[in-house]
């Protein structure tokens, strides 16, 4: 073999190998694109759990059974919860922390965690319409 047959050789072979590493990023990419990030899905579906074992029994379907117009839905949270146009879900823990009115604080019946689930998940719903 020429010296000039192996520097071909070399730069096809260089030039299948980034090939394989460009296919491997796209399939990354994909995977990530089709697949939301497990840790956001992990939580929106345990906030789904705390929402119904705690919250449901006034907010059903993201409604108010008590204060009938301070639902969950997005037009209302943006109406009524303070700050709540600045920052969501902070607005929305700080809610569920607390408490308001008629609504009891969660401070000491759930985790941090769980509250920031529980916020989350509210937070998607809303964007969602419930
Ligand atoms: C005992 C009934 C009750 C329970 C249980 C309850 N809430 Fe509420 N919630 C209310 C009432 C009443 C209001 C309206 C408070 C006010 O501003 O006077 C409210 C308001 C809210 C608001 C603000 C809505 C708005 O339009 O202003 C959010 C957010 C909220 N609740 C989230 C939750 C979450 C999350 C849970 C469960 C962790 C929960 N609530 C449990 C009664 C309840």
């Given amino acids: ?7 071909l050789l070399d730069v096809c072979r260089e030039e299948n190998l ?14 990530k694109l089709t697949f939301p990030s497990p840790v956001l899905a992990a939580e ?6 705390i929402f119904q074992n705690n919250c449901s029994a006034c907010h059903i379907g993201g409604g108010n059974i008590l204060v009938s117009q301070k639902t969950l839905q997005k037009e209302a949270l943006s109406k009524y919860l ?8 902070q607005a929305i823990i ?12 969660f401070k000491n019946k759930l985790s ?3 509250v ?15």
């Fill in 1 to 7: 073999m020429t010296s000039k047959q192996k520097y």
């Fill in 82 to 89: 303070t700050n709540y146009n600045d920052d969501a879900i």
């Fill in 18 to 31: 980034l090939r394989i590493i460009l296919l491997i990023l796209l399939a990354i990419a994909t995977l």
């Fill in 112 to 114: 941090e965690q769980e």
């Fill in 44 to 49: 929106i579906s345990s906030g789904a759990k």
């Fill in 94 to 105: 700080h809610q569920v922390e607390n408490g308001k009115n008629a609504m009891p604080a």
């Fill in 116 to 130: 920031l689930e529980v916020a989350a998940y509210v937070f998607q719903k809303s964007e969602q319409g419930w």
